[in-house]
């Protein structure tokens, strides 16, 4: 299989007030064309670097790559200019954020935050669609993500839903430009459990039904189980086990993935299809 | 339907706080020393018709009958007879509030106008330079004191380039009846004579930008805040992440959700700016209420200084109000919730 991306010695530190820490050492990791990848770690261990680094979101400074490569599609996007970096937001890459309380802007109505990302994704791949044409592809993304009453939820205000609907929103927010890579930070994270079992499930069909690559970021590894077919284990800035995510569990090599393994919560409870 | 609610319960509170005042200003106004029929007659009326004054006046009744009065004149609209002018106060406030209003309404767009962008632009490229200048000039327009600014202004502007007049609201000798609002501008475009609307602003620009550098400042400072403390939430990480433009995400994303509070600070700062007003009217010789308010102080004219008193308070609540519902217009979340974050 080819990768669709790949992530090769990628190093990271941070500064600040003069002092220099280590956050990713030399991680390395693959995400095949359409597949279902995981990246598990505990608090801190570089996670949300990872995924800020793919997307070109890092603060730099604070942050500098000092060394690494990061291919999507057989381009290193550490070389690619910058407007071509922000071309391939949303489109090419996206992410699910985590929050869903405080992802979403609260003053402007679903549709409205729908339309925006979709109306410059068009511009930057040149494609032509007027107001009607994003509307209707809002509504449908909309439905991707089972709202009920899409509709309805494109004229609400963040404020308006729930949490597990503004959770689907941020999905569906994710799927509007088709990208092949979705890059899950936690997703859920903030929901009750039970959502958050609804909120995984509806992720995997998605990305099955659409043949989309996922790269799944968690410190949870009951999640693991549940979205991926391949999982990295992280600690502390380096990737420390790798291997298909039935065999990890079967036989974990390290014991911090046995902790991991240890510390999963039973509650993340499969979901009656 | 919970949005209307909150406003009626801002403006129930703000009408309570209206009486508040009314009674406060009543009793410091008649318990300091200093007799007003005295200070009316002068010194050498006899003792009787002192006496009368101050018995047709109700001064010898006790305060709270006084008080009485006074609120049942104000039920019907009657502020009474000012001392000073031997004019209804009623009659003596409309003619003086509306330069005013005048005055303060363009120093406060003023002080909008370009205190918001000042405050975005800070916060856009916060550390830098730009930075840097607004914040410097916040800090100098707050501490300069408006009398200083206001002469400053006037020398400058006034008389060392002579490009601006200094005083009053129109040239001497214009014929001109403000009749429909009081409000030189607006009579004037309603009227169509666009001379007179040139010439009111003419005057109009030294005295509001005077009475508008602190408030432009506080304007610029809250910005700042405010769009910095957005900048720093998931919302705009996520439209970054989704390759909104910088000039879109500035303006939608971030400006909107950060103008709750200019807005909010922009009703308190009236307050301050009708106090301001004054001693800007007295520098610029503008004929609004400062110096009527002030002689009716130093006279103890009663009626006069309840009426400025209660006519200012009056606008400063509905000023307020306006902004109530402009919050909510600007941040759902208010309109929804029925109250603030
Ligand atoms: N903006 C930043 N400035 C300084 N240090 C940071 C910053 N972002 C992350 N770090 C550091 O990088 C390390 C990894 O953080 P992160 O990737 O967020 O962990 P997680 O695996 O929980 O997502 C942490 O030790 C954190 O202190
Ligand atoms: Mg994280």
Redesign the interface.
Known sequence: MTSLLSVQGLSVSFTTYGRTAEVLKGVSLDVPQGAQVALVGESGSGKSVTMKAI?G?LPQPPARIHAGRIMFDGRDLLTLPERER??L???AM??V?Q?PM???????TIEDQLS??LK??DR?LGRDRDRRGRRARVIEVLSQVRMRDPERVAGS?P??LSGGMRQRV?IA?AL?SEPRLLIADEPGTALDVTTQAQILKLLRDLVEAQGLALLMITHNLGVVRETSNYVYVMNKGEIVEEGPTADLFAAPRQQYTRDLIAAVPRLTGRVAT | MEFLGFLARRLAWSLLVLVGLSVVIFVIARVVPGDPARMALGPRASAEQVTELQEKLGLNLPLYQQYGRFIGGLAQGELGQSLLTERSVNLDIRTTFPATLELVMATVIIAFLFGVPLGVAAARWKDSWPDNLVRAFAIVAAVMPTFFIALLLQVLAGYVLQILPTTGRLPTGTEFEADITGLLIVDGLLKGQLHVVFEAMRHLLLPALALSLATMGQMARITRASMIDVSR???I?????????DR?RLF??QL??AFVPPLTIMGLEFASLIGGAFVVELIFSWPGMAAYGIRAITQKDLNAIMGVVMVSGLFFVLVNLLIDVLVGL????IR??GRRA
């Open positions: 997307m979101l922000v071309a937001r949303g489109t996206s992410m954020f929050d405080s992802s979403l802007n609260p003053v402007w925006t990302i410059y994704a930057r205000f404020i308006m941020l927010m509007l | 939430q998931d919302y990480e996520a439209a970054r992440a989704f390759g909104v433009p879109v939608k994303y909107r959700p600007v941040d759902p979340r929804i919730r």
